[in-house]
């Protein structure tokens, strides 16, 4: 852990908002000097750290900027998802970024975040607008010991887990349609995008693109999705602290995780099947040049999606692009 991410977790914790100078100094194992001046240097990144020659330091508030040491100090103790985190001011997309880290051979759970992509992507070849400093735009490296037919489990992991952040910082409502979009009154607001490293029988690795529309208002959008998207600006009418939300985000990440890795997916499934607009729904979905319509009925165990077609036939679908019909 860096001394400033020790710095604004011990700021964060301190009792009374005020964490004593002498005593952070020891247990940074650092002099009071050095102390104020990483106090100096945090300040000018944004942070409005007060100092009082009695009470030591306080933070009163952190900019509303992507800083790893700061995510760190949020995040706290974590098993996997957000161990190592880096955050770049402008990358092409973090999942090129994560993709050049697996294959270095980094352990699972970095999480790359970039405050703008220049070539963020979206599922099926999309494009992913990423406007600088008001999204969370960020993908995560995940090793799971499942088989490459059932990596839907990880996408529908990262959706429920998403969901839920965004449900308990919000008074909304987010729900999913299946696999991977995150709907506030049928607008999507959040989008996964799972890529695959595999071998015939094995998984190598995952990268986890997650997009967030938080701050974006409609003229961020591009013309042709401001009728289908929308972001948690627009929905609560005020900002939203960015590195708040995405702390939360990778806490129900790391959580949901370790549950898949315990062989809990069906929890995870039952908790997604709550929140999912997609199932008890006709649907129509588009897989390459085909269309298949029916009943949307449940998740197999890997995750993949159970169409009943007209025919009376269960056809299992594992990615795609869906459209809910009346
Ligand atoms: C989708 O709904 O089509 C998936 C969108 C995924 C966007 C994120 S933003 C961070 C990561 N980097 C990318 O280039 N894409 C994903």
């Not at 909304?172 to 595999?198: F, Q, R, S, Y």
Request: proline share 3%; net charge neutral; aromatic share 4%.
């Amino acid at each position: 852990m860096s001394i400033d991410t020790k710095i604004l977790s011990a700021l964060r914790t301190a009792d009374e908002g005020f964490a004593p100078a002498v005593e952070l100094a020891a247990r940074l194992g650092v002099t009071r000097t050095a102390l104020r001046a990483r106090v100096e240097e945090l300040r000018t990144l944004g942070y409005d750290i007060e100092a009082s020659p009695l009470r030591g330091y306080r933070l009163r508030a952190a900019p509303d900027k992507l800083h790893a040491d700061d995510l760190l100090a949020r995040m706290g103790k974590v098993k996997v998802v957000g161990r190592d985190i880096r955050v770049f001011e402008e990358t092409t997309s973090t999942s090129d970024v994560v993709g050049r880290l697996a294959q270095d051979g980094v352990k699972e759970g970095v999480v790359v975040f970039a405050e703008s992509q220049t070539k963020g992507r979206g599922r099926l070849g999309r494009k992913w607008t990423s406007p600088a400093h008001k999204g969370l735009w960020f993908s995560v490296l995940l090793r799971p010991k499942v088989s490459p037919q059932a990596v839907t489990q990880v996408t529908i992991t990262a959706a429920t887990a998403l969901a839920r952040a965004i449900r308990e910082q919000t008074d909304l409502k987010p729900e999913i349609k299946w696999p991977n979009d995150i709907l506030i009154k049928g607008k999507k607001v959040a989008g996964i995008l799972t890529e695959l490293h595999a071998e015939l029988d094995r998984v190598r690795s995952v990268i986890l693109g997650i997009g967030v529309d938080v701050n974006l208002t409609t003229a961020d959008f591009p013309a042709e999705l401001r009728r289908l998207a929308t972001s948690l600006k627009m929905e609560m009418g005020k900002e939203w602290p960015r590195a708040e939300l995405a702390a939360g985000i990778l806490h129900e990440l790391d959580r949901n995780y370790a549950r898949l890795g315990a062989g809990e997916f069906e929890v995870i499934a039952d908790e997604w099947a709550d929140h999912c607009t997609t199932l008890d729904c006709n649907v129509s979905i588009r897989v390459g040049p085909r269309k298949i319509e029916g009943r949307a009925e449940s998740l197999d165990a890997d995750g993949a999606l159970l169409v009943r077609t007209e025919h009376g036939h269960l056809e299992r679908v594992i990615g795609g692009d869906v459209t809910l019909e009346k």
